[in-house]
């Protein structure tokens, strides 16, 4: 039977679902990636790594909030701080103490931030940081690196997927993308080059992982070098720490590597599960936010900026209860344990059906590779995977479709081809995991056996 098959007979209520959300949202769903043929899951309930659809069947959760929930579904400290704040009330419209709380716990666990503001997203986060960077400098143009994604505003829409020279997305104003350069991210010597010629560079912006979460991943030597390169003329450096921030280490990626960007971007883990974003940076900057006896400065220097939910109570709760955990470290130690685990077990199921996939990737985040023809196999450790990232986007949209419904007949549910691991992907979990994959695999190499060459 095909995978596609088996799924629509394990999932009826889901099916039902997706039909009445077929006539409310376009394609029936509330965000791109969860997209899935012939439907997705409805989840119903979740708790620890698992979640339960409304068919009751159970799933391995390797999706954590996209990445939000590095503590697990329903931390009981999470919870209790939002059952709390909750019988408070959810929004005051007004300044709180737990706002006050949630920024000075993000000063105190991250290098560079000597001021923050917060945002309602990564998104937000990211085009607040560009505009601080441009109000500050005086200079117009953005350099970002092709493959990084940095949310889905006008001003980084373009680079994301190839060809990266030309918008993401269609409706985004030409005059914005004139204004934002891209960069190849497996070289430094074209920065190098544009920041000597061009000095109308107000920042530059990277995820220090490297590109799509650290799928074609950075060094610290590398984040090092750009620093170097930023800081001698002048131009800042944004590190969108969205997916890094208090996963990497509790400070983020540049407490890990001992580098000080300018601005840097949160959001996901920094709300706990909640929608939240913050930007934080050096006190100079910053002010660029600050409203002055002075008019002319608040109209014409200022950087503007509302939000109906930036620092909502419930997120601050979440918030401050979640970084409060992470603090004490013990969380990104354990949660890239489990991730290397789970690395490994995937790696031997691979070799065992003697295919061309790889798992890799550094910390807790799992990233797998589908076709990947590798010349160091047997030498490679599969952390620092240098493949030629453009690769990464050649996706075959038939396999990983067919692979997220084999995974999900089999009780494991992941976006494909990058896996969030929290603290709580145990042993067991990744055994578990280890199974449904060698099961998937033997049942897509059945339905689909052009796409597995023989290597
Ligand atoms: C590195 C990075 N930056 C920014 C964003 C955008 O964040 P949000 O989805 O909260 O708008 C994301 C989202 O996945 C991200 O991974």
Redesign the pocket.
């Known amino acids: 039977m095909k995978p596609e098959q088996e799924y629509a007979e394990k999932h009826p209520l889901s099916a039902a679902l997706y039909e009445r959300a077929l006539r409310v949202f376009p394609s029936g769903v509330t965000h791109d990636a969860r997209f899935l043929r012939p439907f997705p899951i409805y989840v119903s309930r979740s708790r620890g790594a698992k979640k339960w659809d409304v068919d009751g069947r159970e799933y391995i959760d390797y999706w954590m909030g996209?990445?939000a929930l590095i503590l697990g579904h329903n931390h009981p400290d999470v919870v209790e701080a939002l059952h709390r704040q909750i019988d408070r009330g959810a929004h005051y419209g007004a300044c709180h103490e737990l706002e006050v709380e949630w920024g000075e716990r993000i000063v105190n666990l991250v290098p560079s931030a000597e001021r923050v503001r917060f945002t309602a997203?990564?998104?937000?986060?990211?085009l607040m940081a560009v505009r601080l960077a441009r109000a500050c400098t005086g200079k117009k143009k953005i350099v970002r690196f092709e493959g990084?994604?940095?949310?889905?505003h006008d001003a980084l829409s373009i680079g994301i997927f190839p060809p990266f020279n030309i918008p993401d997305s269609s409706g985004t104003l030409e005059s914005f993308l004139s204004s934002t350069v891209v960069l190849p991210s497996d070289d430094l010597q074209p920065l190098e080059d544009l920041l000597e010629r061009d000095s109308d560079v107000a920042c530059v912006i990277l995820?220090p992982s490297g590109g799509f979460?650290g799928a074609y991943p950075l060094t610290g030597e590398e984040l090092r070098a750009v620093r170097e390169m930023t800081e001698k003329r002048g131009v800042l450096l944004i590190f969108?720490?969205?997916?890094t921030g208090f996963r990497f280490s509790p400070g983020g990626a540049q407490a890990l590597y001992g580098i000080k960007p300018d601005l840097s971007?949160f959001?996901?883990i920094l709300a706990g599960g909640l929608?939240g974003?913050a930007v934080a940076g050096k006190r100079d900057i910053m002010r660029y936010l600050e409203f002055r006896e002075d008019a002319e400065w608040n109209r014409k220097k200022k950087i503007l900026h509302p939000g109906t939910f930036n620092a909502n109570p419930i997120s601050a709760a979440s918030g401050v209860a979640t970084l409060s955990i992470i603090s004490r470290g013990e969380v990104t130690t354990r949660a890239n344990q489990c991730a290397q685990k789970i690395r490994d077990i995937l790696n031997r199921v691979i070799d065992s059906h003697g295919i061309s996939w790889c798992a890799h990737g550094e910390h807790s985040v799992v990233h797998l590779l589908m076709n990947h023809s590798c010349t160091r196999r047997e030498t490679c450790d599969r952390r620092l995977c240098r493949y030629d990232y453009r690769k990464i986007y050649q996706k075959d949209p038939m396999l990983l479709s067919s692979f997220r419904i084999a995974m999900l007949n089999q009780g494991v549910d992941s976006i494909g081809d990058h896996w969030w691991i929290s603290w709580l992907h145990s042993e067991d979990i990744a055994e578990k995991t280890g199974h449904a994959f060698n099961e998937s695999i033997g049942m897509l190499k059945q339905a689909l056996p052009d796409r597995f060459p023989r290597p």
């Open positions: 996209h990445g997203s990564g998104t937000e986060a990211t990084h994604y940095h949310g889905w995820e979460s969108d720490e969205v997916i971007c959001a996901k929608p974003g």
